[in-house]
């Protein structure tokens, strides 16, 4: 594109899991949740970029790294557990074809696992040694991304707000460890859940984050009337931007009812043989005695009753391609309408989490890149763009106090904190009062080596306690013992520590034990809360 | 697998886990504070959870006689634009509780409001006292706020400068200063970054290669490009052959670190690179850059050392002649005999290597 564009899309991908390490046990439920999104989603988005990038198709989108999920990454006991993981989904792809050699399309499309097993494999194991931050890294140094981060465990910060010590220890935590790896501090961050109130961007200015992003509401109903509403961003009175999520456009994409991924050609989700399968067949490859999805699925959405006929995925492709050229042609025409009544170039801002693509919608990452391609070469009215991009373009923008607001049910906080959760947060804060004291009584000037530890592993356990994944899960139901088992493990953890570091009994057998088994962040500091 | 089987971390999972457990008896916990702490659930709905020690509250009991008997009690205030010290709320509700911890949910009397909570005690007569006091939070509206200002901020680099501008209906105004400011607002539809290194440093441009760099450089000026000329000097003496390599090297890092700068401030809608030694500095604009690539090979070095056995340097240079033609988006040479070995020695696909004779060097040719 020669001349400026009329306005702007930009794709925000939101990466996150809560921490579900687990060495303690040779092979966990939980981490399934890890390899899965590996292999259905940040591959998948690896390999796309790097086809963009080899073809140097013109491409720019924020990608947002959880560090909870960064730390997982980095982890060389997941890197090991998810290789062996794959080497298993490989043998099964084998006994697939064997057992389907009858079958013609089956055998097809288990021949097609196998190859997307195999090339998932080699980008893994070859390509980036295990090591899945290192391509991430280089599409943010040659530009077609902008990594950003997220606070340490995706705590959603207004309900930590009564304690601005744990608000700043997550956003701080967070900020240093994406540092650690990257090697660049973050520009802007992903505020969890599109969770704000009004004061956190005074600890976001004070740490040179950038922008953010809210729901639209939380633009819309802002101090002040936002003249253009979610299309360009608002500056809090400390300057950071907020960028509020254009709904028209997410929705299309993010809902499985009314959006591309409830469209009767793409995969059924809820079909895997896993599920399907003999037990005695498939429990080589599960999870001890559970039945669990394999990632084979030989299903499309077909309609809404139990019937499912077989999966087309060259079918499935077109019908992305078909949906891209649906999306962008209303985002241009949406693009060409607001550029017409601004006084400055509109933006839309499109954030999903990254999973979307990939894990729940499998055809995602494909659609991703069509539309990309097509954003580059079927039209010229739009850019992408990434927000640090677009605020150096356009530096001039209204001010105002964003609304409190998340981007859940109803747009509040109600996903959070209900009757089923609110025994969470007395926990919470009891801890977060706790780690201030003991910060501060045994964590001042020369200490001990292994008092150093304890705090700083208590700083993990607090800081693990607070993910907002966990009243999520047990508001919807899902994991929910798994979730409930996960607070009261952190917060047993912390309390044992602190008592530990009260008595000056710290025994050096059960410190180390908590450090391996909750082994995030190791650089984490105490310090935070004095 | 064994049960004796260690984690990557030196201590088996079975202790692991006996340690896990035994630690895990530590729940519930006993509360170490007196506190009350108040969020907003949406703009109607706020909650509270507490904690209080059965020895404060005995306490303040035993501190004053009227209380003895006076129920536990969660006070709200409304707190609006002023500072509260414990007498100046607009206005507040109590609600009776029973527990010495515990949540509470509440509907909030007006929206867009400040409020604060207290835990205390409240006897018959109205006579209060307070054990712990709660954070203040803002209750948001639920609709747009019909308050219209527009006021803004100009915001420049990583919150470098920022001030304010009056009217956010000027945007475009400071948006063309800023970018007048910063060189970008120049009408360059193909903005092209050219490399050639090893010019000779006493006569710079004025050599056959310079001027036809500078040819090349004035006639796409006529067809609405220009040319950003990246040059540096390099000693191709060929007495020391790694010493020479080295320092083509650092020179194409320092070359690309000049040519990311101007980058940054007007992005380059391609680079062009001549020959070997400038190879590099396109590799690593197109790497880290994203930038297409274009490379002018004048001559190959197969044909520079003319059918002589190639070793040493002179095969060093082949591998980087071929990594750049690899890379390249358009391979531009000056004769088919150059183009062939480009093909066939190179194994570059013919449809990229186009003959472009040296002849703008000369200007009569070109009028």
Known sequence: MTTMPKGYLAFVLHAHLPYVRHPEYDEFLEERWFFEAI?????????????????????????????????????????????????????????????????PHFRYLADYYRQYFSETYDVFVNQCQGKLSAPFKMFHECGAIELITCTATHGLLPLLSPQPKAVEAQIVTGLDYFESVFGFRSKGIWLPECGYYAGV????????????????????????????????????????????????????????????????DYREFYRDIGQDLEFDYIKPFICGDIRVDTGIKYHRITGPTGWKEPYHPEVARERAAQHAD????????????????????????APFDAELFGHWWFEGPQWLEYVVRKTAFDQDTLELTTLSDYLERHPVHQTGTPCSSTWGYKGYFEGWLNGKTDWIYPQLHECAHRMEALATNYGKGRIKEVTKRALNQCMRELLLAQSSDWPFIINNDTSTQYAIRK???????FHYLANAIESGQIDDEYLTTLEQIDNIFPDVTYRLFQ | MSKKKQAKTGIAQDRMREISWEVGQFYPINYTADYIALSMINPQQGHVHWNLRQDSLTALKAENDQLAFAPLVVRIYDVSDVIFDGFNAHSFFDAEVHNLSGNYYFQVPQLGRSYHAEIGLRADDGIYAYLARSNTMFFERDRPSGDYDTSALFVEGTLGQSFQVENMFDASVYEHINRA?????????????????????????????????????????KFGGHVELFHADVDFSPAEHETMIKRVDATSKTVFEKLRVVHKKKPFHLVHCHDWYS????????????????????????????GYHIEGLSALICEWEQEAVRSAQLVMVPRESTRDQVIKLYKVSSERVVVIPDVLSDESHTR
């Not at chain 1, 607070?487 to 953890?493: A, I, L, N, Q, Y």
Request: charged fraction near 20%.
């Open chain 2, 279 to 306: 190879s590099r500095v396109g590799l690593l604009a197109a790497r880290k850059l994203n930038l297409p690539l274009v490379v002018s090979l004048h001559s190959t070095e197969y044909e520079r050392v003319q």
């Open chain 1, 201 to 264: 961007e005074d600890i976001l200015w004070k740490e040179g984050v950038r922008f953010f992003f809210i729901e639209s509401h939380g633009v819309e109903h802002a101090s002040t009337m936002p003249f253009y509403s979610v299309y360009t961003p608002l500056y809090t009175p400390a300057g950071v931007a907020a960028f509020g999520r254009d709904q028209g456009s997410t929705k299309q994409v993010w809902s499985a009812q009314e959006g591309f991924p409830g469209h009767p």
């Open chain 2, 181 to 221: 400011l910063a060189g970008l607002d120049r009408h360059n539809p193909l903005p092209v970054a050219m490399v050639c290194l090893g010019l000779d440093p006493q006569v710079g441009l004025d050599t056959p290669l310079g001027h036809f760099i500078q040819n090349v450089a004035t006639r796409l000026e």
């Open chain 1, 39 to 103: 292999t259905e989603t940040y591959i998948p988005i690896i390999q796309m970029l790097n086809r963009l990038v080899q073809e140097q198709v013109s491409c720019k989108m924020t990608v947002s790294i959880s560090p909870s999920l960064l730390a997982m990454m980095e982890d060389p006991l997941l890197q090991e557990r998810y290789k062996a993981h794959l080497e298993k989904s490989l043998t099964l792809t084998e006994r697939e074809l064997e057992r389907n050699q009858h079958d």
């Open chain 1, 487 to 493: 607070v009261k493990d952190h917060v047993s953890r």
């Open chain 1, 326 to 349: 649906e999306f962008l042609t209303h985002r241009v025409g949406h693009v060409e309408h607001l550029a017409s009544v601004m006084e400055t170039a509109p933006v839309i801002v």
